[in-house]
Each structure stands twice: as structure tokens, then as C-alpha cells.
């Protein structure tokens, strides 16, 4: 048993002697890059009980839970206040990733066509900031800033990360044509990206986040990287995810998005989306290319270079499929 397992197991546990009518199911846990999920059953309703090491993690995605609960595609909360557990309904079905070789192309058309009506969901649905909502304006150099990344007005955000990777490309000597295409791009268009209406969106729907079940897109899970962000941002990230595994179905999850939100301005709405796709992994790039020290995990990964290739390989996809 790895020790995160080991001592979510152990947390868990504690919390379930307090809780009457909580009940750990014997099933694999899932295991996911930080943190851990357990499955039981709440007064016979079943659940997955979610254990983070840290706090703001707990916080950050009962947080999204809650902005995005009208949306219909994200994991239902069960409350509980605890700074490290997290309890929502279960969904039916595995992960994509599990699944994935397993699926037919009308499967997979099918999967794509409902995420892409996921996404029409969250933008139509999920809560805006606050008339006076505050933001946090200060970004921490040197380091992965998620209260920058979580906090932040998404105008300050989107300059930011420009500035940054601009320096680092500077910095590390980086000439590769589809990087300089691609920040290039990036910037050029910020004015007109972040125009665009906020509204509370994750930002990381892989394979891993998709819960999928005969055939059917169900929900997104792991919201923990999310914020206030934009229609732009939702579907070139969409976009990025799609084009990493499946960039064949495209068309299934565009037409899948347009059919479910009614947009008109397509052709420039999904341009923008093709030049901002890579941006959740600009923002990495941000982080990680602008560190004196890499943690171990990066160094023993090789972390840097698994970026820019995803950016990279992305950008080229985003020049040729048709939309």
C-alpha cells in the first residue's frame, strides 16, 4: 500500500466512527496524483469519501461543488464539515481512461458528444463572481502560486502567465517554431479572450475526470483545479484534453458544445478556442520554467519536457483538423 493510501485509509476511518450510517465498501481505492478516494455507502445512498492532505485543496473543490451544482454534471456534495474529507453521491460508472480501449468509435462519439453539452452546461449554468467579489492581486515567483491561480481576476491572471512564459522562453533560449507560434498567438488575441463573460469552471477534464458509463458521458470529478474563468477557456480546454487522446472525435464534442448552448458567432468563438487550447499547459509552463529548483517528482518525471511537448503537439492539431 503506498503511504498516501495508507494514511488517507487511516483518516478515513476516524472520520467514519463519528459519522452514524457511514459504511467503507470493500472496493479499490482510487488513487489519483495527490490524493485519495474511498467508496461506501451513507444511509444506504452510495458515496466516495475523498481524503486530501491539504486543507485548501478540501476547500477549493467543495467550493466548486457548490458554485457548480446547477450545472448538473459535476459530483453531488453530502454535508460534512471535516478540513481533509469530502463526501459526495456516487456516480455510476469508471473513469474514461479506465475504460477507453474497451469503447467503440460510436462510443467514444457518443462520450465526446456529451461532454461537449457538459461544457454548454457549466457556462450556462454556473454561478458568476460577485459585484464586489476580491481578488487576489500579488503572484508569488519561483513557485506553483495556487492561491494566485484560484484567486485571481482572470484578466490579471491571463497577463500574468503571458509575462511569465514570455520571460522563461527568454530565459531558457526556446526557439521551437510551434512555441513561438503558439504564446505568440496567445498574446496577440488576450484582449479579445478575456472579453468574454466569468463564470466558475474546472479546468482539467482528462480522461481520468470524465466518468463515463455504457457509452454515456456522466459527470466531471476532481474540481479541485478550477476558477473563474470563461466560455474560451472551457472549450479550448476541452479542445486540449480531446486532441491529447481522441483528436479524430473533435467534431463530436464541437458539435456536441454548439448543439446544447445555442452560440452564434461560431467561427470566431471556436478560433479563439483553437489559439487558447493550450493555455492550461502555458500556465504549467509558467510554473515550472521559471523555478531555481524543481521538486524531485519534476526532476524524476521530466516534467519541463512532458510540457512542452503536450503544448507543443497541440498547437500542431489546432493548425490542421477543420472545425
Known sequence: MDRKLEIARQNIQIFKEKVCGLQILDEPAYQGQTNRVLFGSY????????????????????????LMRSTAVVPELVPFEDPHIMVTKRIEGDALALVYDSLS????????????????????????????????????????????YRHSAWPDFVNEIIKR???????HDLRDSELIYSIEAISDYRDAF?????????????????????????R?????MS??????????????????QSPHHLDSLVNGYLDASGRTNVDSFLQLCRVYAPFSY?????????????PPWAVATNHKQKILNLITSTVSYARVIEI
Open 194 to 218: 478575456v472579453e468574454f463573460e466569468m463564470f466558475f469552471m474546472g479546468s482539467d477534464f482528462g480522461s481520468n475526470n470524465m466518468i463515463v458509463s455504457q457509452g454515456h458521458f456522466q
Open 282 to 294: 502555458w500556465v504549467n509552463f509558467a510554473w515550472y520554467f521559471n523555478m531555481d529548483k524543481l
Open 165 to 171: 512564459c514570455q520571460h522563461a522562453m527568454d530565459a
Open 43 to 66: 444511509n444506504d445512498e452510495l458515496v466516495a469519501i475523498k481524503y486530501y492532505s491539504d486543507p485548501s485543496r478540501r476547500e477549493q473543490e467543495v467550493k466548486a461543488l457548490t
Open 227 to 244: 476558477r473563474y474563468a470563461n466560455a474560451i477557456y472551457l472549450v479550448g480546454t476541452g479542445m486540449f484534453m480531446v486532441w491529447r
Open 105 to 148: 468509435q460510436k462510443e467514444l462519439d457518443n462520450i465526446y458528444l456529451g461532454m461537449g453539452a457538459a461544457l454548454a452546461s457549466i457556462e450556462q449554468y454556473s454561478l458568476h463572481p460577485m459585484r464586489n467579489q476580491q481578488w487576489e492581486r500579488h503572484c508569488k515567483t519561483g513557485v506553483v502560486d495556487l492561491n494566485y
Open 220 to 224: 466531471f470529478v476532481d474540481l479541485e
